[in-house]
Every structure is written in C-alpha cells, then in structure tokens.
C-alpha cells in the first residue's frame, strides 16, 4: 500500500462516504449502493478504487458481496501524518477573548447618603 494510491482513493468524496459508512463494520453492497443516488456502476467503481487502494476488502457470501474497512490502509496514512502533525493533534487557539470589566460596586456605609444633597 502506497500513499499515493490511498491519498488519490480518499480524493474523492463518494469514496471517503462509503469509508464512513463501513467504519462501523462490514456492509452488504446493496446497503452501500442505498445511500448514494448514483446508477450502481458508478459505486462499484468507487468500491474497485477502493479495494484496488487496499481500503476495503470483500467477502462473497452467495450472490451476496460485503465489504470491510482495512484500518491498516488508514494507519497507513496515519504513520506518514504523525510527524508532520508532531507527537499531538494540537487545536488551533482561538484568539483571546477581552475580559469583561465587572461594574465595582460602591459599599456605602450609611445607605442614605446618596440621597442627601450636596448644599
């Protein structure tokens, strides 16, 4: 597995979709074919770019072809990111905020005072 092949098979947005759909396990082809309005041809070649990526892996179970994520394809990425990215994701810092300035208030001791007038 290459990076080239796995970046170039990531590139598309149709594929990174169907990477999402199976990170929670493996689908039959049918329920991957649901979830987009594209004549089916164009997912199974979205599916072979990925199998042909060492992304996806299938299963034939009958007429039936399931499909699998192949995490270490995404290690692969992984492994090549983390140096570039140092040892922690970091977050971008958002710019500081200006401190509110909380009115003082006045403890007055004789509460009527500022009532009288100054004469």
């Not at 590139?11 to 759909?21: A, F, N």
């Amino acid at each position: 597995m290459q990076v080239e092949s796995i970046a170039k098979a990531l590139g598309d947005e149709s594929r990174r979709k169907i990477v999402e759909l199976l990170k929670d396990g493996e689908l039959p082809a049918s329920t991957i074919f649901e979830q987009f309005n594209f004549a089916a041809p164009t997912i199974s070649r979205h599916l072979s770019v990925l199998k042909e990526a060492g992304l996806v892996s299938t299963r034939r179970n009958g007429v039936f072809i399931y499909y699998s994520l192949e995490k270490e394809a995404l290690h692969v990425i992984q492994n090549w990111l983390a140096p570039l990215l140092g040892s922690a994701i970091e977050k971008p810092k958002s710019a500081p905020r200006e401190r509110s300035q909380k009115p003082k208030i006045k403890t007055e001791s004789n509460p009527f005072e500022k009532f009288q007038s100054e004469f």
